[in-house]
């Protein structure tokens, strides 16, 4: 449908990465927060502890062997077994048990933490989807005309899945790695600062180091990302060609514009591979060099006698500091490159929340209309009035803010259109100065070439568009007053592209009308001429159609979006190319469906086939944005106008 | 499954090398991260008491040798040569680590390479018959999701799946050296990890299996949404597919947390074993040092033991995340073999034919079913004459095999019996290209390409000049259109040419075709949706420029076909007349049935 709207030119997939919007994070976190509050502070509590837990180890350790190793030296002064055993080892059993109590503790927050976070993360996911789904329905049509669907799909898919990632593992993860590293410093800082100064120094180091093979990474696998996507995009679209490749024996050009497709994409991952498969063994090293310098330097305090300074005071360099710090400093580093590790994941899935926050940001379809569509009868005046039970008959229900009252007016289906201007993009008027009056009951026909803007005018009369000069009244009531869903619920529509939805074909005749009984929908159906083939169906109404329909032909699913238009009931029709794409013979089945559909309603009809059109009450002959010719057909070929060359050029070539 | 490995592990390729090289690397740098911790322990032993070296295993004889010549109480010396060793043991795990991550990546990524070209070039080859089989959706995600997995699987094969298991073995080993008696400690905990990991992802997998696909037919249901927009907002059904949308959402996300929550088990399970490690290793630890008088165990080991015991379980778990991982790619490997097992149903003659004469076409008595399996034959005992140059109108209502019947002329299906003959030649004895390229046909689900109004004409003929392409275009009347365009041939065409109009589109794909110089053009319904004045237009610049081609029109209207030599009506997979548009108004009622529905039928209803 988006004859004038073009997309610029862009590679569908591997956008640029565009810098991050300052307080997209910050945004993401307090929507996250909105979800979840008690849940969010219960894991937050959880990770620090479980953090805590996994930190301070180190301290236990450190007494236990500084205990064992004074113990040992005590035997060699002479200290029995028994004795020594029984001065040092109650006080080891209490470090130990202090430590298993910490131990249970971290244990039982990292349980509740995982559970928590399974229930946040899908449970946040359910939320933004539907956040998202639901803004998506609010949408004006413009929108989804200017998008193509698989940008649209991929905020459900890949940016979702970024998101995933990073509501289940980086947040937490960041948070626990910062807690630990914090834990960690205060621990080392109240072991040794000159021990810390080393691990400080080697951290520097390794951060430089990640940095620069980091930074180069990023650029590689931003490229990778978008030779993955000039790759995939070629396959898909070559793959839905496949036809036509064959007919036009394009097979060895196809194969050789993929194979530098293909060639670039290898050779981008790999560059992009090397670069996150070296970092892995490069931080490794760095930290067992780190510990080597630890070793040394701690050894040279310790066999120098240097008196050691930490936060608790100063005293001797004791053995057990060095082998905490060796634990302390695997926990570091570590640590240190989850974090590296980590922030890529965050700007990618930064972006993708970036691109769900545009969606969630775009402008809704307005509506002021208030002018709404009610059930109604007559009074025993012989007055319009409201009423809650289904009448058959409907009124528009006028309040008028002026005085306060309200008036009823009977929905006919009058449809007029006044000197309407109007065009997609603001510069470039694709219709011009076009009137139409449709009275009620009249079946009204839109002739001419493709790209006359015959289904632009359906477009406007359901304000899928909104007009940019002129006036359209609907039963005397112009359409900006009525509210959007009052109108489009007044107007039938049977398109030319049928979508069908998943489920049974019961399930999508209902769609018209959601409370229709299984009687109504059938009498509809038989109203489409469709009851039999339904009826032929293996499961007759109960048969499920899935993907578009599949399994169905054109014209049988036609039939089945006519049923569906049929149990709605509405006054006024618009078929747009409905009967285009099936073959002449089924058309005939078809017609008469739909005459029976457009007995004593407004119908709008857009055909090619002047057949169909031939018995309107009017038919208007489209060109260029501009009514040419209007009148009956008998009027039109009376004109020896277009219309007539048309008509007649279809027996000319005889 | 065997069989799917070996299949795929041909595509390895020219990277056999680097497949080979990278675990071969992992391995050295493994050996050498085990050893580091080890010596590394030995170190602080030495430090504490320097004159104990029965403890050392790895040191002993350099700190002997050392002693000799430095003399036993200079400690400081002996210290950096052991920590100089040390470094230079991190150097060569450095490079062999950074060396095998570079040959993984060649590896791997050559990998997925080869296996997407040879999916490609496969799917290049199918026949319509293949393709109908497998569908077009199924083969894009083959060659992208499928491809990706299987390379990840790979990766993590040729770098962990070697590094974990060593990993495992090698610290038991060690840690049984390094903590004797204190090493069983690790047995009694490698069960319980073991099996946790096994339990829990037996549990988990099958409600994530379930739940992918239920996940895949979420997001089908809003690509339906978005394309069905206009019928949602024609029928004001935007709070009924929310409420829909939400209850499937809801469905996931239960099915997804009831998986969440029991691998939620593997990490605390995980951080128990090692907490039970550390709080069992300290305690049996002191205790055996202190009865021993620091024989049986000395302090050095403490630090050397835990590491020991933190890979053990890192590596417990890495196996069970690879087990996890390769077992999801494993479907991604079979539906892959699928495509490489496929034969094309259409191949080339032993000695083909290399040029086609005319355009005569002979159908003898042919009959086709789209598989074996089909009953119903789709076309049956057709007979059909038509000589080089005739114009031929084909027309039957859906399902009645028109589009099947031309198919068979350059040989996208081949027929189940009978012959068609192409210049008097059987089609099967064809060169396939020679076939096709004599052959234009303008199929009715027609496609262009992204890509220039000019590109996409050159699919017709490469080498076509600015003048032809502008020739062709006014033999369809595409250039009226163009010529509007801003930038005219230059004019960039979307993918699946979303920015132009139905009736556009076909003119394009007529041009495209045109280009060819067919000696026979079909078109398949391909004026459906451009107006009749074009329509007739078109048709008649084809009787004019081309006169010699031979020219087969299926359509819908009988404006499209009744000036053609020869009308053909098909009914049910069976010729039903033949003749034209006089004759056929005498003698055939579907014929007339149809004439009088399009001309009259509703003009008589007034």
């Not at chain 2, 043991?89 to 390479?113: D, E, N, P, Q, V």
């Not at chain 2, 163009?482 to 960039?492: A, R």
Request: charged share 20%; net charge neutral.
């Amino acid at each position: 449908m988006n004859k004038t709207v073009k997309n610029p030119r862009q590679p569908n997939m591997g956008r640029p990465m565009k810098k991050l919007k300052k307080g997209t994070f910050s945004r993401f976190l307090k929507l996250l927060f909105s979800f979840y509050k008690a849940p969010f502070i219960i894991v937050l509590i959880c990770i620090c502890l479980s953090a805590i837990a996994t930190a301070c180890p180190s301290i236990f350790q450190k007494y236990v062997i500084d205990t064992v190793s004074t113990a040992l030296k005590e035997m060699q002064s002479g200290m029995s077994t028994g004795t020594a055993l029984d001065t040092y080892l109650p006080p080891v059993i209490t470090a130990v048990s202090i430590l298993a109590c910490i131990y249970v503790v971290g244990l039982v927050s990292a349980f509740i933490q995982t559970r928590t976070m399974a229930v946040v993360t899908q449970g946040s996911l359910h939320k933004l989807r539907t956040l998202m789904f639901g803004k998506m329905q609010k949408l004006p049509i413009k929108y989804f005309d200017t998008h193509a669907r698989g940008d649209i799909m991929s905020h459900y898919t890949n940016d979702i899945d970024s998101l995933r990632q990073l509501i289940s593992q980086s947040i937490p993860q960041i948070i626990n790695t910062v807690i630990i590293l914090c834990t960690v410093t205060v621990i080392m800082l109240s072991m040794s600062f000159w021990m810390t100064l080393v691990i400080v120094c080697g951290v520097i180091v390794m951060t430089f180091v990640t940095k620069k093979i980091g930074g180069s990474g990023a650029k590689y696998f931003r490229m990778q990302q978008e030779s993955l996507g000039a790759t995939e995009g070629y396959v898909e679209e070559m793959i839905n060609g496949q036809k036509v490749v064959k007919v036009f024996n394009y097979e060895p050009k196809s194969k050789e514009r993929f194979d530098k497709l293909n060639s670039k994409l290898c050779s981008d991952s790999t560059n992009a591979n090397i670069r996150a498969n070296t970092l892995m063994p490069i931080m490794n090293n760095l930290g067992h060099i780190l510990y080597v310098f630890l070793v040394l330097i701690g050894s040279l305090l310790f066999t120098n006698g240097v008196t050691n300074v930490s936060i608790t005071g100063t005293e001797l360099f004791t053995i057990g500091t060095v082998v905490a710090f060796l634990g302390l400093s695997k926990q570091f580093t570590n640590n240190v490159s989850q974090l590296s590790q980590q922030s890529n994941a965050i700007i990618m899935a930064l972006a993708g929340a970036e691109r769900i926050f545009e969606l969630l940001d775009e402008e809704p379809e307005v509506d002021n209309g208030y002018v709404t569509l009610v059930n109604a009868k007559y009074d025993e005046n012989g007055q319009l009035t409201e009423t809650n039970e289904r009448t058959g008959i409907w009124a528009w229900k006028h309040p008028h803010s002026a005085d306060g009252t309200v008036t009823y007016t009977r929905l006919m289906g009058d449809v007029r259109l006044n000197e309407v201007d109007f065009g997609y993009v603001e510069d470039k008027i694709v219709l011009h100065d076009v009137s139409i009056y449709a009275e009620p009951g009249q079946k009204i026909a839109f002739v001419g070439a493709t790209g006359a803007g015959k289904t632009t005018i359906t477009n406007l009369i359901n304000r899928f568009y909104d007009i940019a000069d002129g006036k359209i009244r609907y039963d005397g009531i112009n359409i900006n007053k009525i509210k959007k869903d009052d109108l489009r619920r007044s107007l039938g529509v049977v398109l030319q592209d049928v979508n069908l939805f998943t489920g049974t074909v019961m399930d999508n005749i209902r769609y018209g009308k959601l409370d229709a009984t299984d009687e109504e929908c059938i009498a509809a159906a038989k109203r489409a001429n469709a009851h039999s083939f339904i009826e032929m169906l293996p499961d007759g109404y109960n048969t499920m159609l899935t993907g578009s329909g599949s399994g169905l032909s054109q014209g049988q699913r036609q039939l089945i979006s006519i049923a569906r238009a049929a149990v709605a009931d509405p006054p006024v029709m618009i078929l747009d190319e409905a009967t285009s794409s099936i073959d002449t013979r089924t058309e005939s089945i078809v017609s008469a469906g739909m005459d029976a559909l457009m007995q004593g309603r407004t119908v709008f009809v857009i055909a090619h086939r002047l057949s169909t059109v031939k018995n309107s009450d009017v038919i208007m002959v489209l060109d260029k944005g501009r009514i040419i010719e209007r009148g009956s057909h008998d009027d039109l070929i009376a004109q020896k106008g277009k219309y007539y060359q048309l008509y007649t050029g279809a027996f000319e070539l005889e | 499954m065997l069989k799917t490995i070996k299949k795929l592990a041909s595509f390895v390729g020219e990277y056999k090398i680097n497949s080979i090289l990278s675990p071969l690397l992992v391995l050295l740098e493994v050996v050498m991260e085990c050893f580091i911790p080890a010596i590394a322990g030995e170190l602080i032993t030495f430090i504490q008491s320097p004159s104990k070296l029965d403890d050392l295993i790895f040191t002993k004889p350099i700190i002997t040798a050392m002693q000799k010549s430095v003399g036993y109480d200079n400690i400081i010396p002996i210290i950096a040569v052991l920590c100089a060793i040390l470094v230079v043991l991190a150097l060569l795990s450095l490079m062999f680590g950074t060396l095998a991550g570079i040959h993984c990546s060649r590896a791997s990524c050559g990998f997925a390479k080869n296996l997407r070209r040879g999916l490609y070039e496969k799917s290049q080859d199918f026949s319509f018959e293949n393709i109908d089989k497998f569908s077009t959706s199924s083969l894009v995600t083959r060659l992208t999701t499928d491809v990706t997995n299987v390379q990840q699987s790979f990766m993590m094969i040729i770098r962990t799946a070697i590094r974990s298991p060593f990993m495992f073995v090698f610290s038991i080993i060690m840690a049984f050296i390094v903590g004797g008696k204190m090493a069983w400690i690790f047995i009694v905990v490698i069960p319980i990890l073991a099996f946790t990991l096994i339990m829990v992802s037996k549990k988990a997998m099958p409600i994530f299996r379930k739940v992918f696909k239920k996940y895949d037919k979420l997001n089908g249901s809003i690509q339906e949404n978005v394309a069905g927009m206009r019928v949602v907002k024609s029928f004001v059904r935007e709070d009924y597919e929310n409420e829909k949308f939400n209850a499937a959402s809801d469905d996931v996300r239960n099915d997804f947390t009831r998986a969440e929550k029991i691998l939620a088990f593997n990490n605390p399970i995980m951080q128990f074993c090692m907490y039970f490690l550390m709080v069992g290793i300290l305690l049996v630890g002191s205790n055996l040092l202190i009865s021993s008088g620091g024989r049986a165990f000395d302090v050095g080991n403490f630090s050397t033991l835990l590491a020991y015991g933190m890979q053990i379980l890192m590596s417990l778990m890495m196996v069970s995340m690879i087990f996890v991982m390769t077992t999801m790619s494993l479907e991604s490997a079979n539906r892959i073999c699928e495509i490489i097992d496929e034969e094309s149903t259409i191949k080339n003659p032993a000695n083909p034919v290399n040029e086609v004469k005319n355009g005569d076409i002979t159908f003898e008595n042919v009959s086709f079913k789209y598989s074996q399996k089909a009953e119903k034959y789709a076309l049956s005992s057709i007979n059909l004459n038509i000589k080089s140059g005739q114009t031929v109108g084909i027309i039957g209502g859906t399902g009645s095999s028109k589009s099947t019947l031309i198919q068979l002329i350059p040989r996208l299906y081949d027929v189940t019996s009978g012959r068609v003959l192409v210049g008097g030649i059987d089609v099967r004895d064809y060169d396939i290209v020679t076939l096709r390229d004599a052959v234009g046909i303008v199929l009715q689900k027609n496609v262009l390409f992204s890509g220039t109004i000019k590109e996409n004409l050159r699919w017709g003929n490469e080498n076509a000049t600015d003048e032809e392409l502008v020739r062709a275009c006014q033999l369809s009347c595409a250039d009226e259109f163009i010529q509007g365009f801003p930038e005219k041939y230059d004019t960039y065409i979307e993918q699946g040419g979303t920015n132009v109009s139905g009736g556009q589109k076909q003119r394009l794909c007529i041009a495209r075709t045109l280009l060819k110089k067919p000696k026979i053009l079909i078109l398949d319904d391909s004026t459906s949706a451009v107006d009749t004045r074009t329509d007739a237009m078109i048709r008649k610049a084809m009787a004019e420029e081309i006169p010699d081609t031979t020219k087969i029109i299926i359509a819908q209207r009988i404006s499209s076909v009744q000036d053609a030599d020869v009308i053909v009506i098909l009914d049910d997979g069976k010729i039903n007349a033949i003749g034209n548009h006089d004759s056929l108004l005498e003698s055939s009622e579907i014929y007339k049935e149809i004439y009088t529905s399009q001309m009259k039928g509703a003009g008589n209803d007034e």
